[in-house]
Each structure stands twice: as structure tokens, then as C-alpha cells.
Nanobody, 114 residues
């Protein structure tokens, strides 16, 4: 099993930046892809970004504003979020894929508001 733990959420003004971190423990050698989903109040969970062997993907609404990266030595994936908008407000969940099985973190709240 793999246990992702997120950190770095908080309250930020529109146009501001935050960096989320997700540290994985457990059977980390088995992890293929890692990434982020988010869920806004009253909405379904939405995929945000992923990274797999250095290849990155993003949902269209965050392209050019968010950057996902991975530090294999620290077993950590990051989500740098710039130019944040109120519509980015959500609980952000990290996931790690091991043999096609997703393992989820507990989520971290990001609130973008003036």
C-alpha cells in the first residue's frame, strides 16, 4: 500500500500563489503515476494534473498557471499554483497509482478569496 499525505493548502487572494506538496510513504517503489484531483463544493471531483516518468498533463482550465513536479528522492509530488482564481477554490486530493490501483490522500483545502 501507499499513503499519500498532502500539505500546503490555505487562503490566498485572487492572483496569488500556493504550492501543494504530497509525500508518499509505503510501497513507493511501486508507484507509477502521481497527480492531483480537486472537488469544489457541490461539484464532482475533477482531475487537475498528473505526472508519470517525467511526462506531465493538465486539465485545460489550469494550463499555464499550474505546474506539477516530482522529487523521486523525497517521494514527493508538488503542485505549484500561480495566478489563482476564485474558481480554483476546492479541496485538493493527491493520488498515487500502483499497478492501476489509486491511493488517495486526505485532501487539503485551497480557498481563493479577497
Amino acid at each position: 500500500q501507499v499513503h499519500p499525505v498532502e500539505s500546503g493548502g490555505g487562503l490566498v487572494q485572487p492572483g496569488g500563489s500556493l504550492r501543494l506538496s504530497c509525500a508518499a510513504s509505503g510501497s513507493i517503489f511501486s508507484i507509477s503515476a502521481m497527480g492531483w484531483y480537486r472537488q469544489a463544493p457541490g461539484k464532482e471531483r475533477e482531475w487537475v494534473a498528473s505526472i508519470n516518468s517525467g511526462s506531465t498533463s493538465y486539465t485545460s482550465s489550469v494550463k499555464g498557471r499550474f505546474t506539477i513536479s516530482r522529487d523521486n528522492a523525497k517521494n514527493t509530488v508538488y503542485l505549484q499554483m500561480n495566478n489563482l482564481k476564485p474558481e480554483d477554490t476546492a479541496v485538493y486530493y493527491c493520488y498515487a497509482i500502483v499497478t492501476d490501483q489509486p491511493y488517495w490522500g486526505q485532501g487539503t483545502q485551497v480557498t481563493v478569496s479577497s
